[in-house]
């Protein structure tokens, strides 16, 4: 076998293992509400385990970390076209309690969004105190 063949052999194997992996992975969409219950806020999860515990959550009614939390990215996403902002997907995560300089309502943190990662929600991170996982939603649709 010549060099070249061989060098191709060997890098596409770990490419097509790669590839493989990434289609494999599993997304999940979830709705969270804050004061307002008739305003809903959808993130996007890709952790396993994330996903999973967010399904506890719904499944066992759980009274402790249903609250969610993450990293605001001042753009909207395809799956919650109703805001102008999300969660960046990797720093999501569930919470019981957590300091007052991150908390705020949806509509508030759409409000101020260009004051984001200021004095207000300092490091981007949005906590929402009164943000409730609620159900989890099929893939999203632009409304």
């Known amino acids: 076998m010549s060099i070249k063949k061989h060098l191709t ?13 990434a289609s494999s992975a599993e ?11 008739e305003q809903t806020f959808v993130i996007q999860l890709t952790d ?7 399904r506890d959550i719904l499944a066992n009614g759980q009274a402790d970390f249903y ?14 076209p109703r805001w102008q902002y999300h969660l960046d997907t990797d720093t ?3 919470f019981e309690f957590a300091i007052e300089v991150c908390d705020a309502s949806m509509q508030y943190v759409q409000e101020h969004l260009d004051e984001v990662g200021g004095a207000f929600l300092p490091g ?15 893939v999203p649709t632009q409304e």
């Open 48 to 54: 396993k385990a994330k996903i999973q515990q967010a």
């Open 124 to 138: 981007n991170i949005w906590c929402p105190w009164s943000s409730k996982l609620v159900r989890e939603v099929g």
């Open 92 to 94: 999501i995560s569930f």
């Open 67 to 80: 609250h969610v939390m993450g990293y605001v990215t001042p753009s909207p996403a395809p799956y919650n």
């Open 9 to 21: 052999k060997m890098l596409a194997a770990p490419l097509a293992f790669c590839a493989a992996t």
């Open 27 to 37: 997304v999940a969409y979830f709705e969270f509400t804050d004061v307002k219950p």
